[in-house]
């Protein structure tokens, strides 16, 4: 079956742009993450859905930073007035009902963000 | 707090070599997930294994392995007779549903080069 995709799988945005990452992932999936990859280190976690609920978004850098998923499914992380320090690859995941406990996350390709 | 720890930064094998890549965690959880996921160069995270603290036994998929020691708070990967595909990083991942939340905490990663 299909796997999680995201979309743009490229940006590039000058300082000071808005800009909206999109994620459509797998189907019959409840719980959903974005995760943000600066080049060379380990994904971060940015926030965490659960059907339509935003369960938790510490991981969010700041306030410029919002996502959104309002119908369960498809998932927007938008990110205002960018600067230069959120260059990175964005990395949404999905993951099935938990059987118990936490359940494999399955990755998106990513959208690499480069910001100017 | 959650912690994962890849001390090896790059690895380089010659082809049919045996490696192991080291993981370290920690939690005060007694309840956790730890899982390891492979990152070849096109980027897309793919997810290899998942194990609950309560399951310490060996695990082996065809020349993967893992050996999960509660005692050292280790769990660490090994790919027997190494192959020019394995070349990739490999990152270690911990969950222990802190609050709710299922993220994932990864360590740094380890890049492992094998050559022909």
């Known amino acids: 079956g299909a796997g999680v995709s995201q979309s743009p799988r490229y940006k590039v945005a000058k300082r000071g742009q808005d800009v909206a990452l999109r994620c459509d992932p797998i189907?019959?999936?409840?719980?959903l993450f974005w995760y943000q990859q600066a080049l060379g280190q380990g994904p971060e976690f940015l926030t965490y859905?659960?059907?339509?609920?935003?369960?938790?978004k510490s991981g969010l850098p700041s306030d410029r930073f919002f996502a959104e998923r309002p119908e369960g499914s498809v998932s927007t992380l938008k990110i205002q007035r960018t600067q230069q320090e959120d260059s990175a690859v964005y990395l949404c995941?999905?993951?099935?009902?938990?059987?118990?406990?936490?359940?494999?996350?399955?990755f998106g390709p990513g959208t690499r963000l480069t910001v100017l | 707090a959650q912690k994962v720890t890849q001390a090896q930064t790059e690895i380089s094998v010659v082809e049919k070599e045996d490696v192991t890549l080291d993981c370290v965690y920690e939690?005060?959880?007694?309840?956790?997930?730890l899982f390891w996921y492979k990152q070849p160069p096109s980027g897309e995270l793919v997810f290899l294994i998942r194990?609950?603290?309560?399951?310490?036994q060996n695990e082996i998929s065809g020349r993967y392995s893992w050996n999960f020691q509660k005692s050292t708070s280790s769990f660490n990967f090994t790919i027997t007779a190494s192959q020019v595909v394995d070349s990739a990083v490999y990152f270690c991942?911990?969950?222990?549903?802190?609050?709710?939340?299922?993220?994932?905490?990864f360590g740094k990663g380890t890049k492992l080069t094998v050559n022909p």
């Open positions: 995941a999905s993951s099935p009902p938990a059987s118990g406990g936490t359940d494999t996350q399955y």
């Open positions: 189907s019959g999936h409840v719980s």
């Open positions: 859905f659960q059907n339509e609920a935003q369960l938790d």
């Open positions: 939690t005060r959880d007694t309840t956790y997930y």
């Open positions: 194990r609950n603290s309560f399951d310490e």
């Open positions: 991942a911990l969950s222990d549903d802190q609050g709710g939340s299922e993220k994932l905490v």
